[in-house]
């Protein structure tokens, strides 16, 4: 029911989870979520991070410029949670099908984030995909228990874990 890719680069599968939410939306699946876009700015500076709210037309800054020697996390906690009641609301208005969440990270961790949504759609039923980093995959282990399980990094593979789930698609 909790889906999982195991994330071993910045911003490495945020193109497969759009491809299976395009793909599973023309198979007239309801998806609600939020997608991650990273837009360079300047070959010296860090890309400017997005969120892309699946089922509207809404894209949320989520980092911060910091500055060009800046070390520390550039994550937007306004910026996710204008993202988050935005997936919120979505569903509010029709239950999905299936929520992407375009990873579990840090703020998660730490009990911000889409954590509470993600814990949401599970007690509802509603199947939940994300991804996360080695580094946080202790963390969301921990959150997820019995209910995780990791999906290859592959477009097949996200489509056999959900028809497994709800046998309606393959």
């Not at 209910?147 to 097949?156: D, G």
Request: aromatic share 6%.
């Amino acid at each position: 029911m909790l889906g999982f890719l195991v994330n071993d680069g910045q911003g490495g599968l945020d193109a497969l989870l759009a491809n299976a939410a395009a793909c599973l939306a023309r198979e007239g699946l309801r998806i609600a979520g939020a997608l991650q876009q990273n837009h360079e700015v300047a070959p010296d500076r860090p890309c400017r991070m997005m969120l892309a709210v699946l089922g509207s037309d809404r894209v949320v800054a989520i980092s911060q410029d910091l500055g060009r020697d800046a070390k520390g996390c550039r994550l937007d906690p306004q910026g996710l949670a204008e993202a988050v009641a935005l997936v919120e609301a979505g569903m509010a208005r029709a239950a999905p099908d299936l929520l992407i969440v375009n990873k579990f990270g840090k703020s998660e961790a730490e009990g911000r984030g889409f954590r509470d949504l993600i814990g949401k759609a599970l007690a509802d039923g509603i199947p939940v995909l994300t991804t996360v980093s080695a580094i946080q995959k202790a963390a969301f282990l921990d959150f997820a228990g019995d209910m995780a399980t990791e999906v290859s990094a592959e477009l097949q593979a996200i489509t056999a874990w959900y028809s497994a789930f709800r046998g309606v698609w393959a």
